[in-house]
């Protein structure tokens, strides 16, 4: 048995309290939405709740967020309409979370990345590239109900709102921005994994600072803004892979993953797309980092237009193929509600093969496991990047948000994943699908699970196919995730 130390009181006694299911209602010339969480539910069955815990030792742990989902039903509460699932982490005495989520609807799927929508599609498609601003409370009666109103805003409204900037002429003409981030006056907590007493990631929330004229920052330079994330490590890399956000003022941002700006706004929305590069400054005694951003250019590097672009191999049936063998694998644990060890999730390094065998790179993330039910596919959601030869991809979940060098054209595309083989070694093909081709589908009205790539299994059909990869168990019953929930109080997501 764990005992458990919360230092978010008040977000967790609300998700103590609650049994989950939403209500989805679409107000005609508006694009609002209705959301109502209570305690009831048509099919009878449980929405499933997970604590995110730093195991400190084989006593104690702290909680640092949490997994969820939420059914969504439609106007009348009476048909379930489909499934919100995802995860998030909070931070020390902060309203702001850092969440990712998936909203699974009958006709069609919503990936968001905190407010930002990265994905949307079937009839939500045109909100694909929009925001999903903070949620709106109607009801404060925790103990009954939960209720909430969210608005979902298409990108061209999005941009609008964004191009309403402060009157800073200076920011706004410049093509890149430097500022330091500081562990003094901030908040850390080192996310401990297991028995081991070994640090697998962190959850922070630093200060930030701009440099004065010259370029130099002073110990009293005033603050700007908020650093504030999560990220887990791996070996061998000295780049942790997560989610931030850059809070400046009351309501400019940058959303973060891992090392790209996946949205932002205000006067800070021209470095959409652009890299982060960040220099660590000093470890002893307070952590300082400088990080700098630039407008990124728009011409590609390499022209993937001419000899440079990626061409599957003649007769590939896939373009790459992972294994566990000579790979990295670590479990994901956190406390259930019995106070006992339970795997959440996992971090995985692997080699990257293509389809004649030839070694061309490394794939790592990590990723976390949801139970499957109504409307969700066999899944996880996670961060995973390939470092390739000739480039890089970031993938969010299913989605190809940024590709570098020669498959630049499979940025905003689809990454499926195929799994041939879990014994004695996991074994995946995974085949790129690009932006073009994702299109067609989506005109064409073809299905999010057979096009997309959800993770396949294979087996007596009790088994659950984990889509990351590496070590020697990478296969798990859906059924674990059920152990020690039933009874819990259920947590919302505000965003």
């Given at each position: 048995?764990?005992?458990?130390?919360?230092?978010?009181?008040?977000?967790?006694?609300?998700?103590?309290?609650?049994?989950?299911?939403?209500?989805?209602?679409?107000?005609?010339?508006?694009?609002?939405?209705?959301?109502?969480?209570?305690?009831?539910?048509?099919?009878?069955?449980?929405?499933?709740?997970?604590?995110?815990?730093?195991?400190?030792?084989?006593?104690?742990?702290?909680?640092?967020?949490?997994?969820?989902?939420?059914?969504?039903?439609?106007?009348?509460?009476?048909?379930?309409?489909?499934?919100?699932?995802?995860?998030?982490?909070?931070?020390?005495?902060?309203?702001?979370?850092?969440?990712?989520?998936?909203?699974?609807?009958?006709?069609?799927?919503?990936?968001?990345?905190?407010?930002?929508?990265?994905?949307?599609?079937?009839?939500?498609?045109?909100?694909?590239?929009?925001?999903?601003?903070?949620?709106?409370?109607?009801?404060?009666?925790?103990?009954?109900?939960?209720?909430?109103?969210?608005?979902?805003?298409?990108?061209?409204?999005?941009?609008?709102?964004?191009?309403?900037?402060?009157?800073?002429?200076?920011?706004?003409?410049?093509?890149?921005?430097?500022?330091?981030?500081?562990?003094?006056?901030?908040?850390?907590?080192?996310?401990?994994?297991?028995?081991?007493?070994?640090?697998?990631?962190?959850?922070?929330?630093?200060?930030?600072?701009?440099p004065d004229e010259d370029g130099s920052y002073?110990?009293?330079?005033?603050?700007?803004?908020?650093?504030?994330?999560?990220?887990?490590?791996?070996?061998?890399?000295?780049?942790?892979?997560?989610?931030?956000?850059?809070?400046?003022?009351?309501?400019?941002?940058?959303?973060?993953?891992?090392?790209?700006?996946?949205?932002?706004?205000?006067?800070?929305?021209?470095?959409?797309?652009?890299?982060?590069?960040?220099?660590?400054?000093?470890?002893?005694?307070?952590?300082?980092?400088?990080?700098?951003?630039?407008?990124?250019?728009?011409?590609?590097?390499?022209?993937?237009?001419?000899?440079?672009?990626?061409?599957?191999?003649?007769?590939?049936?896939?373009?790459?193929?992972?294994?566990?063998?000579?790979?990295?694998?670590?479990?994901?644990?956190?406390?259930?509600?019995?106070?006992?060890?339970?795997?959440?999730?996992?971090?995985?390094?692997?080699?990257?093969?293509?389809?004649?065998?030839?070694?061309?790179?490394?794939?790592?993330?990590?990723?976390?496991?949801?139970?499957?039910?109504?409307?969700?596919?066999e899944m996880t959601m996670g961060n995973r990047?390939?470092?390739?030869?000739?480039?890089?991809?970031?993938?969010?979940?299913?989605?190809?948000?940024?590709?570098?060098?020669?498959?630049?054209?499979?940025?905003?595309?689809?990454?499926?994943?195929?799994?041939?083989?879990?014994?004695?070694?996991?074994?995946?093909?995974?085949?790129?699908?690009?932006?073009?081709?994702?299109?067609?589908?989506?005109?064409?009205?073809?299905?999010?699970?057979?096009?997309?790539?959800?993770?396949?299994?294979?087996?007596?059909?009790?088994?659950?196919?984990?889509?990351?990869?590496?070590?020697?168990?990478?296969?798990?019953?859906?059924?674990?995730?059920?152990?020690?929930?039933?009874?819990?109080?259920?947590?919302?997501?505000?965003?």
């Amino acid at each position: 048995m764990v005992k458990i130390i919360n230092p978010h009181g008040f977000f967790h006694q609300v998700s103590f309290a609650l049994a989950s299911c939403v209500l989805l209602q679409h107000q005609h010339d508006v694009d609002a939405y209705q959301l109502l969480i209570n305690d009831s539910s048509v099919d009878g069955t449980s929405p499933f709740y997970q604590e995110l815990h730093s195991i400190l030792d084989e006593n104690t742990s702290v909680v640092v967020g949490e997994m969820y989902q939420d059914y969504i039903y439609n106007a009348n509460g009476t048909t379930r309409v489909g499934t919100h699932q995802g995860f998030a982490f909070n931070f020390d005495n902060s309203t702001q979370f850092n969440s990712n989520d998936i909203l699974f609807l009958g006709d069609g799927e919503i990936n968001l990345m905190d407010p930002y929508i990265v994905s949307a599609t079937g009839a939500w498609e045109k909100y694909q590239y929009g925001t999903m601003p903070n949620w709106k409370v109607l009801s404060t009666d925790y103990d009954t109900y939960y209720a909430a109103e969210i608005q979902l805003v298409e990108p061209e409204k999005a941009d609008a709102i964004d191009a309403i900037v402060d009157a800073d002429e200076d920011t706004n003409e410049k093509d890149s921005m430097s500022f330091r981030v500081t562990s003094e006056g901030g908040y850390y907590t080192a996310i401990m994994n297991g028995q081991e007493g070994k640090q697998i990631g962190q959850v922070f929330q630093n200060p930030i600072s701009f440099p004065d004229e010259d370029g130099s920052y002073h110990q009293n330079s005033s603050s700007v803004g908020i650093n504030q994330g999560y990220s887990f490590n791996f070996p061998d890399d000295p780049h942790p892979m997560g989610n931030r956000q850059f809070l400046f003022g009351k309501d400019d941002k940058m959303i973060i993953f891992n090392e790209i700006v996946m949205h932002a706004t205000g006067p800070y929305a021209k470095f959409i797309g652009a890299t982060l590069s960040e220099e660590v400054v000093s470890n002893d005694p307070n952590y300082v980092a400088d990080i700098t951003v630039a407008v990124p250019t728009n011409t590609p590097d390499p022209d993937t237009t001419g000899n440079d672009a990626y061409i599957r191999e003649e007769g590939a049936t896939y373009d790459f193929r992972i294994t566990a063998n000579g790979g990295f694998y670590d479990p994901i644990q956190s406390v259930n509600g019995e106070g006992n060890l339970e795997q959440i999730g996992e971090r995985f390094q692997n080699p990257v093969y293509t389809y004649s065998g030839n070694r061309v790179g490394t794939n790592q993330g990590y990723a976390f496991i949801f139970p499957v039910t109504n409307f969700t596919r066999e899944m996880t959601m996670g961060n995973r990047v390939f470092f390739l030869e000739n480039g890089t991809l970031n993938v969010f979940n299913e989605i190809i948000v940024q590709a570098t060098g020669i498959y630049s054209e499979f940025t905003g595309g689809r990454f499926k994943e195929v799994i041939v083989s879990g014994n004695p070694d996991f074994v995946s093909e995974i085949t790129l699908i690009s932006p073009s081709v994702v299109q067609k589908e989506e005109d064409d009205g073809a299905g999010t699970e057979d096009n997309v790539g959800s993770a396949e299994k294979e087996g007596d059909g009790n088994e659950g196919a984990s889509m990351t990869s590496g070590g020697d168990s990478v296969l798990f019953a859906p059924t674990l995730f059920g152990l020690g929930v039933v009874g819990l109080s259920l947590l919302q997501s505000m965003f």
